[in-house]
């Protein structure tokens, strides 16, 4: 494995390593081995490896979705490890947004509410939630949209009412997880140039994903097998601002 | 504040996604609340018209009936009140107005004729002062007069429902009827009084002189009465009511250590004993009721806690988006309570539409009224079951771990 010098003072997230292990009748998965990251403010990485590599268990440790087996996880210089549940939602509330395969929307609320809910979660003022949803909306061109429910938009659509409301509430950190998997390759591209615009106006964003072309959008690649890191590269020239 | 909107908007959302199912789910409910709503509104119709009734018999009125007491009934003596006890209250007792003797002629009805129909009516002897209760009065004719009682006259004052079971004209005044093996003239027709708790009729009612009603119970034995009396001042009930006492244990022959072979009672008492009555179905339907509205409970849980599996994925997500346990349960608990609540609406309209049919078909009852007092209950108790029995579905969704919901299929 490959530890590579950061060039950020302070990353934004380190982990140190972080293990998960699931119990499987009498046998242990270990779904991550001694895994040790940093990943600096408006990084564009890529998770990548098969299927069962870890990439989606490494994801939700970094989202706060999840809590290792072991190992330490600081983020913003926090450690998590230190936080009960109700601190781990604000985290996920605040800090990160998440972009699922399978667009994850609520079924019965239309793109706006969708994308104001998150803020319900931080007590921000009806109006206020309407007018960041709505420009969060706009901003993944669906201003349009507003009152369409998911089953009335196309999935590549649904990526995007989900894009934005990971966004809504300026996260340290978008997380998204094979966001393209379930979309045809022309509207991946269109979710794909998404990122690489999110990215440009200062967003921090991992990707996971087993499609190395996918990957190679990011500008920073950290290869998994088998629960473990085995590669850690960046392009030679970073697009960072 | 804003919290808790939020949360009853989605849980309302939730609930009217699946609108049809709530109103099932909420059946129990329902059912519960248009029952306790009906029964007390139709009770407290009866007792409005049943206390309107006694009041208009004077609230200084007394009755005297006679009383065994088991040890008196075991020894074979028969409690009595006679025409001599009447006449002794009248003449030694001071304070009182109205003394009227009630004689049950057939207190389970007796039979009358007219032509070729013949009914069972329930037939009193009585004297003038009778109809100044003000519940009983003429609508035709006249009731019993002075004349009527000193000759024993053989003349009836017959209820409405009398005219029709007998197939008298409307005008029966002059027509004889036969009972007793006597023919009596019809001189009167009594105001309608409806039907007492939907199967008691009081218009099935014949009064007669009660001389004439005395000797026809014949000379063997003095005919057993009841005595009606109006107290002059309300202040002198008490009064009056202990000389009666030692006016009748002396005729009675009563030795001290003997109880009462009567009973006084005054029409306030009478309430009293109405009221509590009342009060006892009240309570017993309360119960049941109660009883119901926890099943209904039950049901809303049990939905719930589908409710909540079904909606596994949709938790996770809420919780990747930075919903706390809190939230979650917040949402859940409030659902439950909406639910309960839709479901007391439904049956307090259901409940009051039902009380006001029940009071357009059973004429006696003035009015069916839904109190204030059951409907706050009601919803009191209603929301309480709602919130109780939701929190064990929102305690699981709540409890619900990110990764394991999001993962749910
Ligand atoms: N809840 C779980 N219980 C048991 N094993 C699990 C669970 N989640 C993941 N795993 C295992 O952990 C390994 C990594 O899974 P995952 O992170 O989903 O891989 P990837 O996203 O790279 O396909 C796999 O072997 C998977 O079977
Ligand atoms: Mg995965």
């Known amino acids: 494995m490959s530890a590579l010098p950061i060039a950020d003072t302070a990353p934004l997230l380190e982990l140190r390593g972080i293990t998960k292990r699931y119990r499987m009748g009498d046998s242990n998965v270990h779904a991550l081995q001694e895994v040790d990251l ?18 989606t268990t490494l994801m939700n440790i970094v989202g706060c979705l999840d809590r290792p087996s072991g190992g330490r996880y600081f983020l913003n210089g926090k450690n998590v490890e230190e936080l009960d549940d109700t601190q781990l939602a604000r985290i996920r509330n605040r800090e990160i947004g998440f972009v699922f395969q399978n667009f994850n929307l609520l079924g019965r609320a239309d793109a706006l509410h969708n994308v104001m809910q998150p803020l319900v979660y931080r007590g921000t003022p009806l109006r206020e939630r309407r007018r960041l949803a709505t420009e969060a909306l706009q901003r993944v061109g669906l ?28 996260p340290s950190i978008l997380l998204a997880d094979e966001p393209t998997g379930n979309l045809d390759s022309s509207t991946a591209q269109e979710i794909m140039a998404m990122f690489a615009a999110l990215h440009s106006a200062g967003n921090t964003i991992v ?20 629960g473990r890191v085995i590669a850690d590269s960046r392009r030679a020239e970073p697009g960072t601002t | 504040m804003m919290q808790l909107l939020e949360a009853a908007r989605a849980a309302w959302n939730a609930i009217r996604a699946h609108l049809l199912r709530a109103a099932l789910t909420v059946l129990g409910m329902v059912i519960g609340v248009a029952a306790v709503i009906v029964v007390v509104a139709v009770l407290h119709g009866f007792a409005h018209t049943i206390t ?7 609230s200084n009125g007394l009755i005297i009936v006679p009383y065994e007491t088991q ?30 003797p009630v004689l049950p002629m057939a207190r389970f009805g007796g039979s009358v004729r007219f032509g070729n129909h013949s009914t069972d009516s329930s037939i009193t ?44 004209p409307d005008h029966p005044d002059g027509h004889y009827v036969q009972m007793f093996g006597t023919w009596f003239k019809v001189v009167g027709v009594l105001n309608k009084l409806g039907t007492l708790l939907g199967v008691l009729n009081q218009d099935n009612q014949i009064y007669i002189p009660f001389e004439t009603g005395v000797s026809l119970s014949g000379r063997s034995t003095p005919p057993d009465i009841i005595i009606q009396l109006q107290v002059s001042r309300a202040q002198a009930i008490a009064l009056v009511e202990a000389r009666i006492t030692r006016v ?9 250590a003997q109880g009462n072979d009567f009973k006084i009672q005054s029409s306030g008492e009478l309430i009293k004993a109405l009221t ?111 919130l109780i029995f939701g929190i064990a579905p929102a305690a699981k969704a709540a409890a619900l771990d990110p990764i394991d919901a999001l993962r749910y299929e």
């Not at chain 1, 990943?39 to 990439?55: D, L, T």
């Not at chain 2, 309107?52 to 004077?58: A, E, I």
């Not at chain 2, 003038?128 to 000759?151: L, S």
Request: hydrophobic share 50%; aromatic share 4%; charged share 15%.
């Open chain 2, 248 to 256: 009748l244990r002396e005729r009675h022959h009563l030795q001290p």
């Open chain 1, 143 to 170: 201003g349009q949209r507003l009152d369409h429910l998911p089953n009335q938009l196309s999935g590549g659509q649904r990526q995007r009412v989900a894009i934005a409301r990971a966004l809504v509430g300026s």
């Open chain 2, 71 to 100: 040890r008196a009934e075991l020894a074979g003596i028969q409690a009595r009140l006679t025409p001599g006890d009447l006449i002794a209250i009248r003449r030694q007792v001071r304070g009182i107005q109205d003394v009227v």
């Open chain 2, 276 to 386: 509590k009555v009342f009060n006892i179905i009240t309570l017993v339907v309360a119960a049941i009721v109660g009883i119901a509205l926890l099943v209904g409970g039950v049901g809303i849980m049990n939905v719930l806690l589908v409710s909540v599996t079904e909606r596994t994925r949709e938790i996770g997500v809420l919780k990747s988006l930075g919903a706390t346990r809190g939230d979650i349960l917040l949402q859940f608990i409030l659902e439950a309570l909406l639910l309960s609540m839709l479901g007391a609406l439904i049956g307090l309209f259901l409940g009051w539409g039902l009380s006001t049919l029940v009071a357009h078909l059973v004429p006696a009852l003035a009015a069916a009224r839904v109190p204030a007092w059951i409907v706050a209950l009601a919803l009191g108790f209603t929301a309480a079951v709602g």
């Open chain 1, 207 to 226: 990707l996971v994903t087993h499609d190395a072309e996918v990957a190679a959008h990011a500008h920073r690649t950290i290869t998994l097998r088998d």
């Open chain 2, 52 to 58: 309107s009734q006694f009041k208009s018999l004077g």
């Open chain 2, 125 to 168: 002897a009585t004297t003038p002062a009778f109809a100044r209760g003000g519940v009983q009065y003429p609508v035709q004719g006249r009731f019993i007069v002075p004349g009527d009682d000193a000759t024993r006259r053989p003349v009836a004052v017959i209820g409405d429902a009398v005219i029709k079971n007998l197939g008298l």
């Open chain 1, 38 to 55: 940093a990943i600096a403010r408006n990084e564009y990485v890529a998770f990548i490896g098969p299927s069962g590599s870890g990439k």
